[in-house]
Nanobody
Framework: QVQLVESGGGLVQAGGSLRLSCAAS????????MGWFRQAPGKEREFVSA????????DYADSVKGRFTISRDNAKNTLYLQMKSLKPEDTAVYYC????????????????WGQGTQVTVSS
């Protein structure tokens, strides 16, 4: 099992920045990729960004490309999401996820999930 705990959410004005963190514990050696997803009220959960264990491969949703940056500190078993130029449409609960499956898309295969952290962007 892998446990994931997100932090760093909050209320920010449009154009502002936030950095989300996701601390992983447990069988972290089994993790191939880690990613961020979000779910806005009344909408389905959607992919935001992901990175494989090497850090060499990343993926971003078109809606956040150029504004969000994913990174990880393997020594701390922590995944980050730096969010800049935030927009009201970025308002959602952001979830950290981990996948043990290699060779698949970075957008799927996630079996471990955190509890989520709320990000609210005011206009």
């Amino acid at each position: 099992q892998v446990q994931l705990v997100e932090s760093g959410g909050g209320l920010v004005q449009a154009g502002g920045s936030l950095r989300l963190s996701c601390a992983a514990s447990g069988r972290t050696f089994s993790v191939y990729a880690m990613g961020w997803f979000r779910q806005a009220p009344g909408k389905e959960r959607e992919f935001v960004s992901a990175m494989d264990w090497s850090g060499l491969n990343t993926d971003y949703a078109d809606s956040v490309k150029g504004r969000f940056t994913i990174s990880r500190d393997n020594a701390k078993n922590t995944l980050y999401l730096q969010m800049k130029s935030l927009k009201p449409e970025d308002t959602a609960v952001y979830y950290c996820a981990a996948s043990p499956y290699s060779g698949s898309s970075l957008r799927s295969g996630y079996v471990y999930w955190g509890q989520g952290t709320q990000v609210t962007v005011s206009s």
